[in-house]
């Protein structure tokens, strides 16, 4: 092992803190790391709605090739922008503590769900929750919204026919921007999409000192267990960015190693709503997957799968740049 590691990182505010993050978690565990900035695909279209570009690694494919050619030693992503089948070669080393994985709405002042006026413009970036905010409220105008989370906090306040945006309280946790927070949606009003508020490391699958330095650091296995869940039903309906998706895991109080999930699919005029809920002992990962599994095959039961190939069809994918 390198006597310091290179971490392949995005290069928004967010990305950098993550990266900062897993780099004092190392270095509290007395292994010096330095980040490296790499652009990826979702980097280079800011301007074109994620559900257009032809990939399902939208920030991750340039930081891979990265790891695979030796040009990094470990990355650090948002685990909800992580396919569900990595590259070859390729491996989660560790998953970090999720932060409150709920959707959070915003507005220029004080707002909740319940006060969002009638026809009001509502701006995301996501499929999953522009599904799911018509499916509760078909009067809703929603916008694409590109951008880190600063540039969607200004194009808000620049447009006064905005009524709201909405993103994920992690991430304005992160920022220290919780003051912008109107409410933190409940998760059975907004299901979260798969893994979000976690952060994952990868590393190459056959480098055993940096897969056993990062797991040493950083990894949270109750958080892994709830992710397992979640990316185990994401990975049987093989959604992406492309697909509204959600699944939230969590452990019900009392629960010890009960692991609760719930699933939802929304077709894109949130017209169609699919969901169910599942709760089984999940004592390590794999436990969890099958229980991911066993909920997906319930939503297919319920057509989830004509859900999930109509969104497909139904958005044009342009190439990457």
């Known amino acids: 092992m390198p006597a310091r590691l290179r971490i392949g990182t995005r290069g928004s505010a967010l990305a950098l803190w993550q990266t900062e993050r897993v780099r004092s978690l190392l270095a509290r565990a007395g292994t010096d790391a330095e980040p490296v900035q790499i652009k990826t695909t979702g980097d280079l279209a800011p301007d074109v709605p994620l559900s257009r570009i032809g990939s399902r690694a939208l920030f991750t494919k340039q930081i891979d090739d990265a790891l695979l050619e030796g ?8 685990l909800k922008d992580l396919p569900t089948r990595l590259p070859a070669g390729i491996a989660i080393g560790a998953v ?22 009638q026809g009001a413009v509502v701006g995301t970036s996501s499929l999953r929750r522009r599904a799911q905010l018509l499916y509760h409220r078909p009067d809703l105008v929603v916008v694409d919204l590109r951008g880190n989370v600063d540039t969607r906090l200004a194009k808000l306040d620049a447009n006064p026919q905005w009524s709201a945006i909405v993103l994920a309280t992690a991430g304005l946790v992160r920022l220290g921007l919780e003051r912008r927070i109107g409410e933190r949606l409940a998760p059975d009003l907004l299901v979260p999409a798969p893994g979000q508020g976690a952060l994952a490391v990868t590393v190459r699958e056959d480098d055993t000192d940096v897969l056993a330095a990062v797991r040493t650091a950083v990894h949270h296995p109750g958080t892994a267990i709830l992710i397992a869940a979640e990316r185990g039903l994401l990975a049987r309906l093989e959604g992406g960015c492309q697909v509204p ?3 939230y895991a969590r452990v019900p109080e009392g629960g010890q190693s009960l692991v609760h999930l719930h699933g939802r699919v929304v077709s894109l005029d949130g017209r169609t709503l699919v969901e169910a809920q599942q709760a089984a002992p999940a004592k390590n990962e794999e436990h969890a997957a099958a229980l991911g599994v066993s909920l997906a095959d319930e939503l297919l039961a319920q057509g989830a799968g004509e859900i999930v190939s109509d969104s497909r069809s139904a958005v044009p994918a342009i190439t990457e740049p």
Do not use: C, M, N
Request: aromatic content about 4%; cysteine-free; hydrophobic content about 50%.
């Open 71 to 78: 040009r990094i030693d470990l990355a650090v992503h948002s």
């Open 96 to 117: 970090g503590e999720r932060e409150d994985a709920r959707d959070a709405l915003i507005g220029r002042s004080a707002l909740g769900w319940a006060s969002l006026p």
């Open 245 to 247: 998706i959600a699944a």
